[in-house]
């Protein structure tokens, strides 16, 4: 009763508005899940909604939604942490260097080339390449599933890309987040050192104390597991923010260093609070987007995505080759790999303090609004071109 | 027996393959949830599957018996893994055992044979670490730790 009774009338506007966001929210994921696509997309075009100029715009608890939003990326990147064990980080980089390399190089460029070309200063460009680059692995291991191609001889190829690109994201992350702060060229050397040191020691005592940090979390309940991995979450993204490495990164190694049976188990406790976390975190970007920036920003967007599908049907073709694939299989690993989500949103989230921030918001949710629903049509439907194919096989 | 070749597949689980006598190539895949498919890869495009069947754990059962597999063996196989000559195995104790109302201590194991047991599963109870006074009742499984040679010495002990 005391809570009742304690119920401001601010609690009591923003209860409602957020539980009627929340439902909104729900029915999205209901007609994304009928669909077969993403959910991603839906959230983004929900935010501009709600946001400044949008057709219902929302005034109280944007603070609230904006901290939520936050620790949406940290839970998402504790889970891209939590995703692959420490023996197939180890694999993936052994036998995919070249296939990394190719991805790095035909992906980030023409996003950092766009960059330039739109007149942004080098870190925008950055950051941009950056969006351009990072697969969605939640939009591709689910498009696989559904297209039952799991067990095709291309997927290890897919999948050990995908790893790459996360190991990536651990020394491209902290980097970026250091551009952003550094004002002039000496302190961003130095910034960027900083972050890279921090990261690596981070990521040794991952390595070497991961073991035992996973022995201590395994005995108790699931409700302790939450508790700790939520907390551990936080204070390491928070401790490493203060470092001025990007507090996404401290969360992607908590995940990381996690190993064995406690993996599993905080993966899965983990899940529906990133579910949500995450949602208000797309909603809240878009959100920040005026609908005539995102209109402006789609002819761009879609010549990106254009260069986009080219560079992941190179990166494929490379990828897939080296594993031993035929002309089709080179193909469908390309197409697989065009769509980007989540880290895209995050990476650009990053610039949002930029002189072109704004731009690059609505750049990046352009193209990512095009590359999560196109890429997995792609994936389908996009034959490869008569001439790859030898006839008669 | 045909070459089965293991591929470890990142954030989803590991795919075996092999030929058939008939020139057909087969795969199972087993997801981390235990989950498995079988494909059958197409002979046009050998990357590709042309038929991929979903099984789960039920339906693994179920199709390895009328393959005439024994899951049993199975699924010992499956949680045996070797650590530098270290093994973990799972012993049921069947009601006929000489051992049932016998403890752990008056069966003398670890003298025996040098092998620990760790735990005891009772039904859907799993008792962590029991005492040297744990008296045995029959359908429990001992969980144990011990070099491959002690293990089959426990396991001839506790079956008797």
Known sequence: MTVLAAASPDATAAFIEIGAVALGLAVLARVAGRLGVTTIPFYLLAGLAIGEGGIAPLDVSAEFISLVGEIGVLLLLLTLGLEYTTDELRLGLRTGLVPGVTDALSNFTPGFVAGLLLGWDVNAAVLLGGVCWITSSGIVAKVLSDLDRLSNRETPAILNLLVLEDLAMAVYLPTAAALVTGRDVGETVTTVGIALAAVFVILMGAMRFGARLSALLAPGTDEALLLSVFGLTLLVGGLAQQLEVSAAIGAFLVGLALSGPVQKRAGAVVEPLRDLFAAVFFLFFSFQIKPADLLGALAPAAALAVVALAGKLLTGWVAAGRAGVGPAGRWRTGTALMARGEFSIVIASLGATLDDGTELGALAAAFVLLTAIGGPLATRYLAPPPWSVPAGR | ?160
Request: proline share 6%.
């Open chain 2, 1 to 160: 027996m045909p070459e089965v070749s293991e591929t470890p597949l990142p954030g989803v689980g590991v795919r075996h393959e092999f030929t058939t006598v008939q020139g057909e190539r087969v795969a199972v895949l087993t997801h981390r949830t235990g989950r498995r498919e079988i494909a059958v890869y197409d002979r046009q495009d050998p990357d590709a599957c042309t038929t991929v069947l979903h099984l789960s754990h039920d339906d693994t059962r179920t199709l390895a018996e009328l393959l005439g597999a024994s899951p049993v063996s199975e699924a010992v196989a499956a949680v045996q893994q070797r650590l530098e000559g270290l093994a973990i195995d799972w012993v049921a104790v069947p009601s006929g055992s000489r051992l049932v109302g016998l403890t752990i201590a008056e069966g003398e194991f670890r003298t025996r044979t040098g092998a620990s047991i760790v735990a005891v599963v009772r039904g859907h109870m799993t008792l962590p670490a029991p005492g040297p006074d744990h008296r045995f009742e029959g359908g429990d499984v001992a969980v144990a730790v011990g070099t491959p040679e002690g293990l089959a010495q426990l396991r001839d002990l506790l079956v008797s």
